[in-house]
């Protein structure tokens, strides 16, 4: 007789004791028993990682993991939700407190205490509690109870999400192998990198076998992308006109907050869960019920936020009050101080950019962008707000010279509340003068702008002098005062904006739904843009010009001007996706359109360099100019181009004296760019813009420590190692030396950025196609020109000059 006995656990660790005894038993099974008879126990091989078999969820679960990691684990996240809890109820006890519970004509003075003490002590200011209580009447009783019901749904979500980061918590450790004290020292990537292990042992996603780098962006960024793809197209309610003020351009976190809810996680969104688009949107026929259907819903999100208005206004200057009233008592120049807007960050939003990525991008433009609108200035203001100063200086200063001398003048009625209005008047009006040892060159702080933020329009190009131009950045970088106020009174204005700006885009809104929502295997829903795609949605203007007007021609047949991105979005998107991504397979469109970008560029570069040249430089060495304008970069743009005047004298050389000088050209350590003949004024160009820079990879690597220094681990793009490929590597060649790996993807996206503004520009320029062409004649000069055949085959190589 034999029995067989199959049993699976599924969570056995090695010291479990059960575990133990069964194979302690299997043991002495199989040694006594005859050997007709057996008893076979099955236990799976140990492993922590079953439970995370098939999740149902995972948009809400790689969301958290990558919550949990840039929250730094479980002990910070939690304690910052228990103390936002608290920090709601402080809030509301206080609120009552200061209105009941004291009693304000004796604090004021406009009473005498009950105690007749000559000084006030905070027993006769403050009411006993009964008392207290007893003042309170039916409205405040009915806010109390909306305060506690509130309270208590904050709390239990509290307890949920710990619940859920508990168990992140042992996701990270048991799967990942990951301990909080090692998530700082973590990046991004690397947990990617685990997740795609955990994957193929698990099967998480039970549809695929194997997950990508972008189907993980797509999971945690699935709505982002799709506001991202909607503020591109002009969908969004963020500029409208305003009758006496003219356009307005606002984003709050309230307006943006509702948007979400609309489309995408309120019941009746077009999306029926966090994954899949309803089926309705599927057809054309129904698209105006559907928007009808839309348009409602906006009506009844608008009377809600109408009616919780006056709640929500009074909390958002509480919150605002408590949260900055202690920085801008110790900083009043705090609302001085200048930060991207809610519609700043999405519009130079890439598609597939997670928080950290932008907020790493956009910091890096901080002070570029703060240096250039502070170099503008009024006269007219400065005049008025040099009197101002100087008048309501000399009353502070009165003021205080008396308190000094006796300090009885500040007890004087208003006297704190005055000075502290003349601080604020002189502040304003120091911001209102500007530093007269600013050197203006608004162009250069552009350049240096759009190197890191990536999306400018293309209208300001050598327009960076303009007030326009001022007035539109500042609508993206505002004043933290400016900020402030629109998060402040977002409540009373919301409302109005969905009735009046967003209810009449639902058409719109229903077409782009049906029109850009693709199904992806084991993802569901997702924007097409954020496919990056170039060849569906790219937009030919930044792209290269076709080799021949058939292929362009049937190409514009297949891209409707509907479905093309705007601003270079899905260009500009797949290459910095594709730099911080080096492990990701993208599609044979992608990596031609990636590769031919960059060995366009290098074609340029060599032929500019080897060319005798003395009319404007073509696109990428335009672009390089640019680069090495910006401070940190103007080192690593000399290496590029030095690398290429070597090539240069050595190619120059070769022809005019092959067979003696060759093995002497191909020798770096001549330095035969010290021996190149001026035959142009390139070199003389080069100079100037960048200058004669010694030691130049020393200085980038210290920049590259330096900056290391001020940004954890886990907030670093991409991975330590560097990109696969990069735009710099065909320009220049892997070189550590130069190529700091974690410096070089940041600075390769920069150059990408200029690069293809400029060939954008030459795309788009009128005359452009007849300046190619009359530049690509065969030359006439007797002087020796190298030049490759791809620099004839391809037009924009064209810039062959004699």
């Known amino acids: 007789m034999a029995l067989n006995t199959d049993t699976n656990y599924q969570s056995l660790n090695e010291g479990n004791p059960f575990r133990k005894e069964c194979e302690e038993f299997h043991m002495q099974d199989h040694d006594d028993t005859p050997g007709d008879s057996a008893i076979m126990i099955h236990v799976v091989p140990e492993t922590n990682k079953a439970r995370w078999n098939h999740i149902e969820d995972l948009d809400s679960f790689f969301t958290r993991m990558y919550n949990y990691h840039q929250n730094h684990g479980f002990s910070v996240i939690v304690l910052d939700e228990t103390l936002q809890l608290f920090q709601f109820g402080f809030v509301v006890w206080l609120l009552t407190f200061t209105i009941y519970c004291i009693d304000h004509p004796v604090l004021f003075g406009n009473e005498a205490p009950l105690s007749n003490h000559s000084k006030v002590t905070l027993k006769d200011v403050v009411i006993p509690t009964r008392q207290c209580i007893a003042n309170f009447n039916g409205a405040t009783y009915l806010l109390l109870l909306l305060a506690i019901m509130f309270f208590i749904v904050r709390f239990l979500r509290v307890l949920y999400l710990i619940t859920q980061y508990l168990d992140m918590k042992k996701f990270y450790q048991s799967a990942l192998h990951i301990e ?39 999971r945690i960024l699935r709505f982002k992308n799709f506001l991202v793809a909607l503020m591109n197209k002009n969908l969004l309610p963020v500029k409208f006109n305003v009758p006496l003020f003219g356009e307005c351009v606002t984003l709050s976190k ?117 240096r250039y609108l ?100 500042e609508n993206i970088f505002q004043y933290k005062a400016n900020y402030m106020l629109n998060e402040i009174f977002s409540p009373l204005i919301t409302p109005f904006i969905l009735l009046f700006v967003f209810r009449p885009k639902a058409l719109e ?69 594709t730099l911080t991504n080096p492990e990701w397979k993208a599609p044979p469109d992608a990596v031609n359109f990636l590769n031919d970008i960059r060995e366009h560029a290098a074609e340029e570069l060599k032929n500019d360099m080897i060319i005798d040249s003395e009319t404007k430089p073509n696109p990428i060495t335009e672009s390089l100019i640019s680069f090495g304008t910006i401070d940190e970069y103007s080192s690593l743009a000399t290496s590029v181009f030095n690398a290429h005047n070597v090539q240069r004298a050595e190619l120059l050389t070769s022809s005019l004296k092959q067979s003696m000088y060759q093995s002497r050209c191909l020798d770096k350590s001549a330095h035969p760019i010290q021996t190149l003949p001026q035959t142009s004024g390139f070199e003389q160009m080069l100079q100037r813009s960048l200058g004669e820079q ?95 055949k791809a620099a004839e085959d391809t037009p924009l190589l064209c810039n062959v000059r004699s």
């Open 254 to 370: 309230g307006l943006l907050f509702n948007i979400e809810v609309i489309l995408f996680r309120g019941p009746g969104s077009p999306f029926q869960n966090n994954w899949q688009l309803r089926d309705d949107f599927n057809f054309r026929s129904n698209q105006v019920e559907l928007a009808q259907r839309l348009s409602r819903l906006i009506i009844w999100v608008a009377i809600a936020n109408l009616i919780l208005a006056p709640v929500i206004f009074v909390w958002q200057c509480l919150y605002f009050s408590f949260s900055y009233i202690n920085i801008l008592r110790k900083e009043p120049g705090t609302l001085g101080m200048r930060t991207w807007s809610n519609y700043g960050r999405l519009y130079l939003r890439h598609f597939n950019e997670l928080d950290h990525e932008l907020d790493a991008r956009l910091n890096r433009a901080y002070e570029y962008a703060d």
């Open 694 to 788: 010694d030691g130049s990879i020393l200085r980038l690597q210290t920049s590259s420590r330096d900056n290391m220094r001020k940004m954890r681990i886990n907030k670093v793009e991409g991975r330590l190692e560097g990109p696969s490929e990069a735009l710099l590597y065909n320009l220049y060649g892997i070189d550590t030396k130069v190529s700091n790996p974690i410096d070089i993807t940041v600075a390769d996206m920069c150059l990408s950025t200029l690069y293809l503004h400029n060939l954008h520009k030459n795309n788009t320029e009128p005359n452009s196609k007849n300046t190619m062409d009359r530049d690509a004649e065969p030359s006439t000069s007797k002087t020796t020109i190298i030049v490759s």
């Open 374 to 473: 502070s170099s503008f200035s009024s006269p007219l203001m400065t005049v008025i707000a040099k009197n101002i100063l100087f008048l309501s200086g000399g009353i502070l200063a009165l003021l205080l010279t008396l308190g000094i001398y006796d300090e009885f003048v500040f007890q004087v009625e208003h006297v704190i509340t005055i000075i502290t209005i003349l601080g604020l008047i002189g502040f304003m009006c120091r911001t209102l003068i500007p530093d007269e040892n600013l050197i203006w060159c608004p162009e250069q702080l552009m350049t240096a702008i759009l190197a890191h933020v990536h999306y400018l329009p293309s209208h300001w190009k050598n327009k960076a002098h303009t007030a326009d131009v001022r007035k539109e950045l």
């Open 180 to 218: 909080d004290k090692e998530i700082d020292n973590t990046t991004w990537h690397e947990v990617k990198m685990k997740i795609r292990e955990v994957q193929s042992e698990q099967h998480m996603c039970i549809d695929k076998e194997q997950i990508t780098e972008l189907d993980i962006y797509h």
């Open 509 to 577: 809104l229903v077409k782009f739904f049906r029109s850009f929502t693709v199904s992806v295997k084991g993802v569901g829903n997702v924007c097409s843009f954020a496919q990056m795609d170039v060849r569906k949605h790219g937009n030919p203007d930044w792209q290269l010009p076709k080799k021949n007007n058939k292929q362009k021609i049937r190409v514009e047949h297949d891209i409707s001007t509907k479905s093309e991105a705007e601003n270079g979005k899905i260009e500009l998107s797949l290459i910095r996706f």
